[in-house]
């Protein structure tokens, strides 16, 4: 026998379905997009870095260049955590949404 949901639980799934549906591969993209620049940035750091190793240039250019990518390689990997979690929850939720559906047939 299965519970009924309640107004928030019914609208919090299907918020997550859409998204699912529609927004998902837009943060996909978005995400991959933090992770090339973060990489660009952190490599570009080093090379300029290692050509102009005795330059004072290349200190002023190390710290904050590589807080930069180190940051956007950041924000890509909890996205990526996020997206993958919430496909998980949206997966699990279409597999009871059709379970619910048979049952009741």
Request: overall charge positive; glycine content about 4%; aromatic content about 12%.
């Given at each position: 026998m299965a519970i009924p949901l309640n107004k928030k639980?019914?609208?919090?799934?299907?918020?997550?379905?859409?998204?699912?549906?529609?927004?998902?591969?837009?943060?996909?993209?978005?995400?991959?997009i933090f992770l090339t620049v973060g990489?660009?940035?952190?490599?570009?750091v080093a090379y300029r870095t290692f050509t102009t190793l005795n330059d004072l240039q290349s200190l002023w250019l190390l710290l904050p260049g590589y807080i930069?990518?180190?940051?956007?390689?950041?924000?890509?990997?909890?996205?990526?955590?996020?997206?993958?979690?919430?496909?998980?929850?949206a997966s699990v939720m279409r597999k009871i949404l059709l379970n619910n559906r048979k049952e009741r047939a």
């Open positions: 639980e019914k609208d919090f799934m299907r918020k997550m379905l859409k998204w699912d549906q529609k927004k998902a591969s837009f943060e996909v993209i978005v995400n991959n990489m660009l940035v952190t490599l570009y930069i990518g180190i940051l956007l390689l950041s924000i890509f990997i909890v996205g990526d955590v996020r997206i993958k979690e919430r496909r998980k929850y």
